[in-house]
């Protein structure tokens, strides 16, 4: 059996490593798979800043999540709010039409 050289193999790799809606012949993935990424992502991140927060205020023994939470009470920090939340649904829509497209 012949062996493979690096470059054929980094080039499998790559093409198994591509989402499986862009292979052709293949399934598009379940129409909710993309939603439920972005949710679960967005949730990480959110969790990982609080903690990332509250690791610091413990540090420095200064409350950065009541001065967060204080930031967000104000109409411009509700703005910011409303504008991530959309930055959020945005990403969750261009993932709707990259999995919607037919190759």
């Given at each position: ?19 499986p809606a862009d292979r052709p012949g293949e399934p598009a993935p379940a129409p909710g798979r993309w ?58 829509a261009m993932r709707a039409v990259r999995y919607a497209r037919t190759p």
């Open positions: 059996m012949p062996r493979q050289s690096g470059s054929d193999r980094s080039r499998d790799g790559a093409r198994e490593s591509r989402p939603l439920l990424s972005t949710v679960l992502q967005t949730v990480v991140a959110v969790v990982g800043l609080v903690v990332v927060l509250y690791a610091l205020s413990r540090a420095f023994g200064v409350d950065l999540l009541g001065r967060t939470a204080a930031a967000l009470a104000t109409q411009t920090g509700q703005w910011i709010a409303i504008a991530v939340v959309a930055l959020v649904a945005m990403s969750a």
